[in-house]
């Protein structure tokens, strides 16, 4: 079992900066894929990106490809979303999620563990 908790989130004005932390406990999270995805009000639950096991390839969405980092420290057992020039569309409850070892798709429905997310607003 795999117990992941987000925060960072909060309210930012367009254009300024945000990281969020996922803490994982449990069982160790190195060798699983992490992932984010989002979910605005009335829509549907969005891939945001992933990260190796390793931490070494990241795959994001094409909406914050540039944007957004996603890094993680095993040692720690911590993933992390640095989120920069944000847009109000970004606004929405991110959550951070475990995958498999080896993966590079974007669909939730791979992932085993998520956190309850928090939730990240943008003003214009």
């Known amino acids: 079992q795999v117990h992941l908790v987000e925060s960072g989130g909060g309210l930012v004005q367009a254009g300024g900066s945000l990281r969020l932390s996922c803490a994982a406990s449990?069982?160790?999270?190195?060798?699983?894929?992490m992932g984010w995805f989002r979910q605005a009000p009335g829509k549907e639950r969005e891939f945001v990106g992933h990260i190796s096991w390793s931490g070494g390839r990241t795959y994001y969405a094409d909406s914050v490809k540039g944007r957004f980092t996603i890094s993680r420290d095993n040692a720690k057992n911590m993933v992390y979303l640095q989120m920069n020039s944000l847009k109000p569309e970004d606004t929405a409850v991110y959550y951070c999620?475990?995958?498999?070892?080896?993966?590079?798709?974007?669909?939730?429905?791979?992932?085993?563990?998520w956190g309850q997310g928090t939730q990240v607003t943008v003003s214009s």
């Open positions: 449990g069982r160790p999270i190195s060798t699983r894929v």
């Open positions: 999620a475990a995958g498999p070892t080896y993966y590079s798709g974007s669909s939730a429905n791979d992932f085993d563990y």
